[in-house]
């Protein structure tokens, strides 16, 4: 049965150009748009678009999903204090099941904040992956390896990093990729990382992993290894192939040379890396030069939100703020870099709302009074528009959200649930 939207203001061609049309969507995939009124054909669902904005689905390239289980347990601390003293001590608790409801609950976020698709990386990926599978977002899944040295405990990471691979490249119906994810320069040595990057040559997939995070992650690395993190892994060869950088906060001009130079891909989490006080990550200059730059949340334990139309209007404030120049990412710069970019940076998923192109849709009700009156959709959807504002959200044809309802998640079971599971940590 197709769905038609009719008389929807839609942001199309490569996410940029906005216009009033109708678009048919048939099965998996957007068959027509058109000025036109279009025939409504028996059995087709109509979804009258006034007064709403149809944009494509938004694209979350950096994330944790279980860690919302970990929102609001340690906030206030720098990266290495929160790290090493309050997350890494309740992640060796974590169980299995604990996963499981917390990705549930993190998609059930996602979703109604417009996600459909993200590169989430953990551990228990089976667990986050029949989530996902279960829920019908797209995601390119890793496990993220921490390993010093390629000892046994070093092997024995990377085969759980191998073993998702193999498990779940192209389930949920090719929704589902995966990626390789040395979760960073100062938790992974060298043998790991060039084992890893072997793996990832092996299985063509994509290097997931944070980089050049914090001051002190630039000057240890620089202390050790007379190189900057940007530089060490393009010692390793890791630049030499497909690279999700996250972070990219403290980086030079070289490293930004080096970064567009081997075509990494970077994933700006301006509110975590505020939230840690990392800094702000130098997009515009990075821009300038070449360097693709999509838009992640990270973990909710350090956001604390997976909402990406936040990231989105704090990704554009950070900028002109550290810049000192309102001109540098406009909306329309910021709504690329988390649609368009993102799939381009993840290497699937839908390129946009365009003929041939898979459905994943996103539907925003502009006609309320935090965004009215409506001169340019772009500037209502990143500069004043809420989650709470999305009303409609498909993935690859089939409604995610609708009406406001989660159509694929049992949203009360799932508060419940983790809400009981949250206890033990409380203290
Ligand atoms: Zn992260």
Same mark, same amino acid.
């Given at each position: ?170 389930? +949920? ?105 990392? +800094? ?148």
């Amino acid at each position: 049965m197709g769905i038609v939207l009719r008389n929807i203001t839609a942001v199309i061609d490569g996410a940029t150009v906005v216009k009033t049309i109708n678009l048919r969507i048939d099965g998996k995939r957007i068959s027509t748009i058109s000025e036109d009124p279009l025939p409504i054909n028996p059995g087709e669902a109509v979804i009258e678009g006034e007064g709403k904005l149809a944009i494509p689905g938004l694209v979350n390239a950096h994330s944790h999903l279980p860690m919302v289980l970990f929102r609001g347990l340690a906030d206030d601390l720098p990266l290495r204090t929160w790290l090493e003293d309050h997350i890494w001590p309740v992640e060796r608790e974590l169980s299995p099941k604990e996963v499981y409801w917390a990705s549930l609950l993190g998609l059930a976020e996602m979703i109604r904040a417009g996600t459909t698709m993200c590169a989430d990386m953990y551990f228990y990926t089976n667990e986050v992956g029949r989530a996902v599978e279960e829920v019908g977002l797209r995601a390119v899944l890793s496990y993220g390896v921490v390993a010093p040295e390629l000892d046994a405990h070093g092997k024995a990471e990377l085969k759980k990093a191998e073993a998702v691979i193999t498990r779940w490249e192209g389930a +949920g119906d090719g929704r589902i990729k995966t990626a390789l994810s040395p979760h960073a320069v100062y938790t992974c040595g060298e043998k790991v990382w060039k084992a890893a990057i072997e793996l990832a040559q092996k299985y063509e997939v994509i290097l997931h992993t944070h980089l050049a995070e914090t001051r002190e992650e630039v000057e240890q690395c620089r202390a050790q290894r007379g190189l900057s993190p940007v530089a060490t892994l393009d010692r390793f060869g890791a630049l030499s192939i497909p690279v999700l950088a996250a972070h990219c906060v403290h980086v030079d001009k070289d490293d930004i040379h080096l970064l567009a130079e081997r075509e990494v891909s970077v994933v700006h989490c301006p509110k975590s890396n505020a939230k840690l006080g990392s +800094g702000i990550a130098p997009i515009a200059a990075m821009q300038k030069a070449g360097v693709m730059v999509a838009l992640g949340t990270d973990g909710a334990a350090a956001n604390n939100s997976l909402d990406m139309i936040e990231e989105m209007r704090m990704a554009a404030l950070l900028q002109k703020v550290s810049s000192e120049d309102p001109t540098v990412l406009s909306a329309r710069e910021v709504a690329l870099m988390a649609t368009q970019a993102g799939a381009k940076a993840l290497r699937t998923g839908a390129q946009g709302l365009a003929v041939g192109q898979d459905a994943d849709i996103v539907l925003v009700d502009l006609d309320c009074v935090r965004t009215l009156p409506i001169y340019d959709p772009l500037s209502a959807l990143v500069y004043a528009a809420h989650s709470q504002d999305i009303t409609d959200v498909m993935v690859a044809g089939r409604f995610l959200l609708r009406d406001r309802e989660l159509v694929t998640i049992d949203e009360e079971k799932v508060k419940q649930e983790v809400k009981r599971l949250s206890k033990r940590y409380t203290n």
